[in-house]
């Protein structure tokens, strides 16, 4: 009997017990989903010739990841490497980025952006080309190179603002002043404007040859140029603010008319005499309202980084990332669905709607995506074109 009453309470002491430990289950803690994280790669000149531009084309990429991700959710991660001013240093800097990130943009002269769409094929990584306007790099895209695509004008359209001022403007003729070190570029476009008109003459600065090549030119351009020419600069760095200066005391005629860049900042301009009847072109204006994005990138990055938002290098790069984000959202890391998205998508940014041709440009002067232009006038800039925008005719000294 004391054998069977020890029996039973051996078998009910785990019975209890698991009673006792299985009164509430216990509850699982959530795994966190990792967020989409965004990883692009800038490069950017922090060195060399370019190094302007490279500063405000990193403030602008820095400006559109914060818009990302305050409106769009997307986690941004912005992996930048200095191109500085060689196709070497560039195709360098985009090995070094094309390890760890989805996507590639910017580079500043065409020979960079060539080396770089080179590279994004042998490393099967897609690039978008936010300055550089060589039209080889939609011949890249036509014989095979799938991975390149361009926001940035090409040239020809570079020579199409400059064709469009000239008929503005009813201009006699044209001077076109060049830059060397942007010698390609500016060739390309004037081949453009010589199928409108033929120059009055050609000149190139290169100040690494003689450090008094600007004012030299400048001084034979004042004697060469008449009442009623026009002078096309091809220089967007800070020497044109040299040249125009030197111009206009040599007594320089007519009405300068800048490529953009730095004379087509209004900070620039409003503390410059020598301002007054330059016309200049530009990708993006404050004062002409495209998109939701037009004000947003020129009033935050007034506020972010104490200046005026540069016009072209420094909105392209900012509208090239908006591209890629809002690509993203569809395709998500597939690299080869992103290429697909892009071919087959409309994307806002500050400077208009985007959508891409066969060649992968993006569609300048279509109804949607237009260059500005502009001229200053009694201290203010004055819209001339797009023509729904125009606030006055040209105006001449």
């Given at each position: ?91 360098s ?10 996507a ?10 060539i ?40 040239t ?9 001022f ?79 200066k030197?111009?206009?005391q ?20 409003k ?31 007034r ?14 790069t ?13 395709s ?42 502009s ?15 125009r606030?006055?005719?040209v105006?001449?000294?």
């Amino acid at each position: 009997m004391k054998f069977r009453l020890l029996l039973l309470i051996s078998l009910l002491i785990p019975v209890l017990v698991i009673g006792c430990t299985e009164e509430k289950a216990p509850t699982k803690t959530p795994t966190p989903v990792p967020a989409n994280v965004l990883k692009i790669g800038v490069l950017i000149p922090k060195t060399g010739k370019f190094q302007t531009s490279g500063v405000v084309m990193e403030n602008s990429a820095r400006l559109a990841k914060k818009h990302i991700e305050e409106e769009m959710g997307i986690k941004v991660e912005l992996v930048f490497a200095d191109c500085g001013d060689s196709a070497e240093k560039t195709k360098s800097a985009f090995l070094e980025l094309s390890d760890s990130v989805l996507a590639v943009v910017g580079a500043y002269s065409s020979t960079q952006a060539i080396a770089a769409a080179d590279t994004a094929m042998e490393t099967k990584t897609p690039y978008i080309v936010s300055v550089a306007s060589a039209g080889i790099i939609e011949q890249k895209v036509n014989e095979g190179n799938r991975y390149v695509f361009r926001n940035a004008y090409n040239t020809t359209y570079w020579g199409e603002l400059a064709v469009e001022f000239l008929k503005l403007s009813k201009a006699e003729g044209y001077y076109f002043q060049g830059f060397q070190p942007l010698s390609t570029f500016n060739q390309g476009m004037l081949n453009v404007i010589k199928k409108y008109k033929e120059p009055v003459a050609v000149s190139y600065y290169n100040p690494s040859v003689d450090p008094k090549d600007v004012q030299k030119k400048a001084v034979e351009a004042a004697n060469a140029v008449g009442e009623h020419d026009v002078l096309i600069l091809g220089d967007p760095g800070r020497l044109s603010i040299s040249y125009l200066k030197e111009y206009r005391q040599n007594g320089g005629k007519g009405i300068v008319y800048s490529i953009g860049g730095v004379l087509a900042l209004p900070q620039t301009l409003k503390n410059l005499e020598s301002a007054e009847y330059t016309a200049f072109q530009s990708a993006a204006l404050d004062k002409i309202k495209v998109t939701e994005y037009t004000e947003k990138y020129f009033e935050d990055y007034r506020k972010e980084f104490g200046e005026d938002a540069n016009n072209y290098a420094g909105v392209l790069t900012y509208d090239a990332i908006l591209i890629l984000a809002k690509a993203f959202e569809k395709s998500g890391d597939d690299k080869e669905m992103l290429i697909k998205v892009l071919e087959e998508g409309e994307f806002t940014g500050a400077c208009g709607v985007y959508k891409f041709n066969e060649n992968h440009q993006a569609l300048w002067g279509s109804e949607k995506l237009k260059g500005k232009i502009s001229e200053w006038v009694d201290g203010r800039a004055v819209v001339l074109y797009p023509e729904e925008y125009r606030e006055s005719d040209v105006v001449w000294p």
